[in-house]
């Protein structure tokens, strides 16, 4: 079984930082791709950035050049380094870990919040 459990949350205002961790446990080996998704009340969950097994890393272009994507190769553990946030980007953020033998697994997400 793998869990993942992500932090990092919280209230920030407009223009603040926060990171976002995700830590993946279980049965895990080698190096996975590992993505960040987040939704928006009242959207559908949609894609924020995603880091490959060779570190290649994309992002959306909403949040592209605000937010970037790292992992701690030891712990599996993911990061989401988030700057110059804005309203918008209010939402509860998932960590997603799409492929571990064929399965794909969610953490329990946790909530961002951008208001002054």
Same mark, same amino acid.
Request: some cysteine; aromatic content about 8%; overall charge neutral.
């Given at each position: %079984?793998?869990?993942?459990v992500?932090?990092?949350?919280g209230?920030?205002?407009?223009g603040?930082?926060? @990171?976002l !961790?995700?830590?993946a446990s279980?049965?895990?080996?080698?190096?996975y791709v590992?993505a960040?998704?987040? %939704?928006?009340?009242?959207k559908e969950?949609?894609?924020?950035a995603?880091?490959?097994?060779?570190?290649? @890393?994309? !992002?959306a272009?909403s949040v592209?050049?605000?937010f970037?994507?790292?992992r701690?190769?030891?712990?599996h553990?993911v990061?989401?380094h988030m700057?110059?946030?804005?309203?918008?980007?209010?939402?509860?953020?998932y960590?997603?870990?799409?492929?571990?033998r064929?399965?794909a697994?969610?953490?329990?997400g946790?909530?961002v919040?951008v208001s002054s």
């Open positions: %079984q793998v869990q993942l992500e932090s990092g949350g209230l920030v205002q407009p603040g930082s926060l @990171r !961790s995700c830590a279980g049965a895990l080996s080698g190096t590992m960040w998704y987040r %939704q928006a009340p009242g969950r949609e894609w924020v995603t880091i490959n097994g060779d570190n290649r @890393r994309d !992002s272009d592209k050049g605000r970037a994507i790292s701690d190769e030891g712990s553990t990061y989401l700057h110059s946030l804005k309203v918008e980007d209010t939402a509860i953020y960590c997603l870990l799409p492929n571990v064929g399965n697994y969610w953490g329990q946790t909530r919040t």
